[in-house]
């Protein structure tokens, strides 16, 4: 049976069309909402992260126009996902007129209701983001799994279309991850057998993540046998298991912040379903990101999640002041903040050949030409890239990524797991 949450005499008001008309059209939003998810009662949140700034047609654009034009305004920090354009570089874009035209008015929309043109996927990279246990509304599927899992803050997996609604009402309806009993471990990945020997890098931790997203599907994965890992290591797992499955939480025993034990993310451990990761596996699935097999190469694709302040300078280094091959495009996706932060590093790339793309990705805009050859370290671009462009992938580490950009062709070196 399907029940209406129960709602403050402020929630009642948004509702009626007391405080506006756009607060009422998102307060529908999330009433409706919450009957689908079962949620009781609605929650306030501290912030959003808006992923509908996409231009997907005319109907993304009526809607964020449509809220505008009620009056609509967010009352929480907001910040942006990626848009359908690099504004700060619109000459990348080989797309058609309406599109471009749709996107700049799709972002306008959202600046004019009072978000921050941040245009990351990755606001967790940003100076100031969520707290532990804080209750945030944010889509944009690695941004999620970010929130929850390393930083410990609370956010359901939110579409398109109600995240803006909780920015502008600052309610949201309590469901999800949000709830205690939603974030314990449902299955259990025993890594300790294939991180014996080499050091855990970036690819590794993609390769797993892809892993633990087909096998977890929907639910809450707790991972055994890693002892330390950094943002990036654990941003780039998080990214590949919510593009291979629902993931919107992972605990990481003795590295995420409420995983100090098994015990205290699955206080029951009787129906707690057990995979254990071998370097079988982990070959098949790094094999398995790679939809071609040639040494022929178009373009290297670098940065999805959009790359860190230290993912840059390690490309900075990995290159060495070596050109890139004359033939081969190199683009790295970032947010404007990192294009900021490292000014004169990103100069110093850009001398050597590298094209830095803000404000979207090569994945979801029309920046590269399909039909090529396209190289990339990220299991989440290799994943939706042959299908969102055309273009045949090989999957391989970043070094991988470097040599062939330089050499012009691919050059890989098979991982020792």
């Not at 306030?44 to 009526?62: F, M, N, Q």
């Not at 939480?249 to 912040?257: E, I």
């Not at 050109?323 to 970032?334: A, F, S």
Request: charged residues 20%.
């Amino acid at each position: 049976m399907i029940r209406d949450p129960r709602l403050t005499t402020e929630d009642q008001a948004m509702l009626r069309g007391e405080l506006g008309e756009a607060r009422a059209m998102a307060m529908r939003i999330l009433v409706c909402m919450a009957r689908a998810t079962g949620a009781e009662r609605m929650t306030d949140i501290s912030g959003a992260h808006i992923d509908g700034t996409l231009y997907l047609g005319e109907a993304s654009l009526d809607f964020a126009g449509r809220l505008r034009d009620l009056g609509g305004r967010v009352v929480v920090p907001t910040t942006l996902n990626v848009s359908s354009l690099d504004l700060l570089h619109p000459e990348l874009f080989q797309g058609d007129d309406r599109t471009r035209k749709g996107a700049r008015a799709t972002a306008s929309a959202y600046l004019d209701m009072g978000a921050s043109p941040t245009w990351t996927c990755a606001p967790y990279q940003l100076a100031s983001r969520p707290g532990f246990g804080e209750r945030v509304a944010w889509g944009e599927s690695n941004a999620i799994v970010f929130a929850n899992s390393v930083l410990g803050a609370r956010t359901p997996r939110f579409g398109d279309f109600a995240d803006i609604a909780a920015a502008i009402t600052g309610r949201a309806p309590e469901f999800g991850l949000y709830l205690d009993e939603h974030r314990r471990a449902g299955v259990h990945f025993d890594v300790s057998p294939t991180v014996q020997a080499p050091p855990l890098t970036e690819e590794f931790f993609a390769v797993l993540g892809i892993l633990i997203g087909r096998e977890s599907g929907s639910e809450v994965p707790v991972i055994t046998g890693i002892e330390s890992a950094d943002e990036d290591h654990l941003k780039v797992l998080g990214a590949a298991a919510a593009t291979s499955g629902a993931v919107g939480l992972f605990h990481m025993v003795g590295v995420t912040p409420e995983a100090p034990s098994l015990a205290s993310v699955a206080p029951d451990q009787t129906n707690l379903r057990r995979v254990t990761i071998t370097g079988k596996v982990m070959k098949q699935a790094y094999r398995s990101l790679s939809s071609i097999e040639t040494t022929t190469l178009h373009t290297v694709n670098l940065g999805t999640p959009h790359y860190s302040t230290h993912q840059i300078t390690r490309l900075k280094n990995l290159l060495g002041g070596r050109r890139i091959h004359p033939e081969v495009k190199l683009y790295v996706n970032t947010g404007r903040d990192t294009l900021v932060a490292l000014s004169e590093v990103i100069e110093t790339l850009e001398e050597v050949g590298v094209t830095f793309v803000t404000d979207t990705c090569t994945y979801v805009t029309s920046i590269i030409p399909s039909g090529g050859v396209a190289m990339t370290d990220s299991a989440k671009w290799a994943y939706y890239a042959p299908g969102n462009l055309g273009v045949a992938v090989v999957f391989g580490s970043t070094a991988d990524c470097v040599e062939s950009a330089v050499a012009g062709r691919i050059i890989k070196a098979e991982p020792d797991w």
